[in-house]
């Protein structure tokens, strides 16, 4: 079975992407980009905003598709994750929802973090590290 995600690659002026620490599986435990999965009557767009205004308290403007990966999870289900890039417009950072912290990390800071897997290589094959 697949499963669409969506996920919304925010930086800020000086840079820095904002991420969260997951609170749940999969990948808990670990940096990821903020998002999940789109529910039923929603596209894309729509469901990145809910995302990260659930996990990260920021309101966000939608902007490009990134990317798309696909990560195996339980049970044989496929994530298809897609990937957008997305500006902060409003709200007041908290973590939220399955993100149990949240904060700017600057690329060199990126890489030494523990992240979901496959996110240093996707970010770095879309060109963004």
Do not use: H, N
Not at 40 to 67: I, K, S, Y
Not at 84 to 99: E, K, S
């Amino acid at each position: 079975m697949r499963v669409r995600c969506v996920g919304g690659i925010v930086r800020d002026g000086d840079g820095r992407f904002l991420l969260v620490r997951r609170g749940r599986p999969p990948s808990e435990g670990l940096w990821s980009i903020p998002g999940g999965r789109v529910e039923p009557g929603e596209d894309d767009a729509d469901a990145v905003a809910r995302e990260l205004r659930e996990e990260t308290g920021l309101d966000v403007r939608v902007g490009p598709l990134t990317g798309v990966v696909e990560r195996p999870g339980p049970g044989g289900v496929t994530y298809e994750i897609y990937d957008y890039a997305a500006a902060v417009a409003g709200g007041t950072l908290r973590a939220g929802d399955d993100a149990s912290e949240v904060r700017w990390v600057s690329p060199e800071a990126l890489r030494k973090l523990p992240t979901a897997p496959g996110l240093l290589d996707a970010l770095t094959q879309w060109g963004l590290l």
